[in-house]
């Protein structure tokens, strides 16, 4: 079955079922809808983002009370008077709200790693909770009641079964806008956030931009499905946007499945039964009235949560005889090319780079240059501080003395992805790859730099035809590196040597004029290899600089134009590849114990 039949098939049943059920169920229903489009936001922020908050319901309270108070008062000051007696005009409201705060939030506490963002969404919604119960004007902890009915249309949404069809097309809307934003350049990068910054900041992704935008388009989300609730409820007071409830949408995206954006509604619909269910039956079977379904429920989510890591989705998944998604790329004009330096120009220079690590010194007065249209080859024991060189001159980590320069910039304190943007490109010895995504979808990440839509336009797909051209030149670079054949698979499940294959294919999609790779061949086979040595000759002939880490001498000595060879930190020989193994202090250090 294709997943847009089965779409197709719950659309309709949304249609028919207010005819099919009680008062009583559109009512749940309305209450699932209404948490669905929170979870959805939870599941773009914290399933995909990776990034935890506890300050959902504070942002349903913004859109609520935003909304009610607008509605009701019966003299705005001057300034606010525009926004007043439409609930429209209370929803416009409500976003500038919540967007102003979700930025300031999120500009304050996203930057912070570790517990920060949790804790400071803590303080955030607790003090919001209490800000509602005390302002006066909001009606303290009574609330505020006589919130005016929706006009959609002139038709007025007074009674549930109205309200219904409202509050599922936002749902259904708030899973489309997320589902195609995550399925694009902009997705790729916020799907990179989890476990994958580094790797994205030096393919040149803004990290700190792509959390600012899943905290507030899942900030407003909340803010929406607020503005829907106080119509609805045509009331509102602070309880439902305390922490609890913060708590249990956390619980929503999670046990429906943190990175499934459908698993939200799934997440929402089995919590709110569920509570409804053990509030009707505990009672009866307990014969004893009392907060027993919290505890009850409590142990359930640790039972779920225990068994199904993944949540709820995967499992419901799996019964469905899915269809594979299309495993084909589409055709499209290639992405417009820069064209490289003249072959022989200086492209990378290090001078007197020193890297301290408290008390060890990784590495000591290095100098090392790379040419246009050469292949240098970085060569030393294990731990002689090759990769620390790596990192200091592609900015993932910061020189402690020395300079670099790069196209004749000077680059030292420059962040990576403002490195990569100069055209550099590189891979890691230790593979950073999204192991879920595909192959293909991980190259794709390489040429993040060679698109220009933003989120706006992914939200909508209104990025189609450059999309198209990314994944072409992604295809096309993983073809290159000879895995065209496992495009659709899993990055995680090639081989290790095939992983770091890959990772050259994501470097290329960048389209650099300087590729840095460490450790390029490590877990290749000797034919793969060959293929390898082949591809860096070709892309030197195409005018490329290359710094190649390596260990395996046969692979250097037969490729590489020079070679610098690194012990303890410190540059102990440079020259041509027959010069340098010739080298005493050479063989000494480093081949004598293997020759
Ligand atoms: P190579 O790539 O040549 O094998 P590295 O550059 O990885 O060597 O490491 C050089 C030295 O710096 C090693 O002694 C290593 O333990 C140390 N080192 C590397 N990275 C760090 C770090 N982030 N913190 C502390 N020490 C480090
Ligand atoms: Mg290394």
């Known amino acids: 079955m294709s997943p847009r039949l089965l779409i197709a098939g719950f659309v309709l049943l949304l249609l028919v079922a207010p005819h099919l059920v009680s008062e009583f169920h559109v009512t749940l229903l309305n209450y699932i809808g209404l948490y669905s489009i929170v979870a959805v936001g939870l599941v773009l922020l914290t399933g995909v983002g990776g990034l935890m908050s506890f300050g959902q319901a504070a942002f349903v309270g913004l859109g609520g009370y935003a909304t009610a108070y607008l509605t009701t008062a019966t003299s705005l ?68 009641a006589g919130i005016p009915a929706l006009d959609l249309f002139g ?54 931009r792509s959390k600012l935008v899943i905290f507030l388009i899942a ?23 305390s922490l609890n409830m913060s708590i249990e949408y956390l619980f929503m995206a999670v046990l429906g499945g943190a990175a499934h954006v459908w698993g939200a509604v799934l997440g929402a619909g089995v919590i709110t039964v569920l509570k409804q269910w053990l509030q009707d039956w505990l009672p009866k079977l307990l014969g004893a009235s009392g907060n027993f379904e919290m505890i009850v429920f409590g142990l359930l989510m640790i039972f779920v949560l225990q068994r199904a890591r993944d949540g709820l989705w ?62 240098m080859a970085l060569i030393g024991p294990n731990g002689a501080g090759k990769s620390t060189m790596f990192n200091c001159v592609s900015g993932v980590d910061r020189a402690t003395d020395g300079e670099v320069l790069f196209c004749g910039r000077a680059v030292t304190r420059l962040d990576s992805r403002e490195i990569a943007r100069l055209g550099m490109s590189r891979t890691f010895q230790h593979v950073r790859l999204l192991p879920t995504m595909s192959v293909l979808e991980n190259a794709a990440i390489g040429a993040h730099m060679r698109g220009s839509k933003g989120v706006i336009q992914a939200l909508l797909h209104l990025e189609r035809t450059e999309e198209r051209q990314l994944l072409v030149e992604a295809a096309r670079q993983v073809e290159r590196v000879g895995l065209g054949g496992s495009m659709f698979e899993a990055a995680g499940s090639l081989a290790l040597g095939q992983q770091r294959t890959l990772e050259i294919a994501r470097a290329l999609c960048a389209d650099p004029c300087l590729l840095l790779l460490d450790e390029p061949a490590a877990g290749l086979r000797y034919m793969e290899k060959q293929a390898l040595a082949e591809l860096l000759r070709k892309l030197r002939g195409e005018g490329m600089g290359i710094l190649l880490v390596e260990h395996d001498m046969d692979f250097v000595m037969g490729l590489a134009d020079r070679v610098v060879v690194m012990e303890f930190g410190e540059k102990i020989a440079e020259g041509l590849p027959e010069e340098v193994q010739r080298n005493p202090a050479v063989i000494e250090a480093y081949l004598g114990g293997v020759e």
């Not at 900030?219 to 946007?241: D, E, K, M």
């Not at 330096?341 to 690590?357: I, M, Y």
């Open 314 to 375: 995967p499992i419901l998944a799996r019964w469905v005889p899915w269809q594979g998604a299309q495993r084909r790329v589409a055709e499209a004009a290639a992405l417009p090319r820069k064209s490289l330096p003249e072959a022989g120009t200086v492209l990378l220079e290090a001078r007197n780079v020193v890297k301290r690590f408290g008390g060890l010194v990784a590495n000591n007065n290095m100098n090392l240059s790379v040419r246009a249209g050469e292949i």
């Open 77 to 144: 000051p001057a300034w606010l008077a525009m926004f007043g007696g439409s609930p429209w005009m209370g929803l416009l409201a409500g976003i500038i709200l919540t967007a102003t705060v979700a930025l300031l939030l999120g500009l304050l506490t996203l930057r912070l790693s570790g517990h920060y963002l949790p804790l400071g969404t803590i303080a955030w919604s607790i003090s919001l909770y209490f800000l509602f119960g005390n302002l006066e004007f909001l009606g303290g902890h009574t609330g505020i």
């Open 219 to 241: 900030a407003l989300f909340g803010c929406i499905s607020g503005w829907l609730y106080a119509h609805l409820q045509r009331f509102v007071n602070p309880t439902p946007f």
């Open 155 to 208: 038709l007025p949404l007074k009674d549930s079964r109205k309200f219904y069809y409202l509050i599922w097309v936002v749902v259904l809307l708030a899973v489309w806008l997320t589902i195609n934003l995550l399925d694009s350049r902009e997705g790729r990068a916020i799907r990179a956030l989890k476990g994958g910054a580094i790797m994205a900041e030096a393919m040149g992704v803004d990290t700190a």
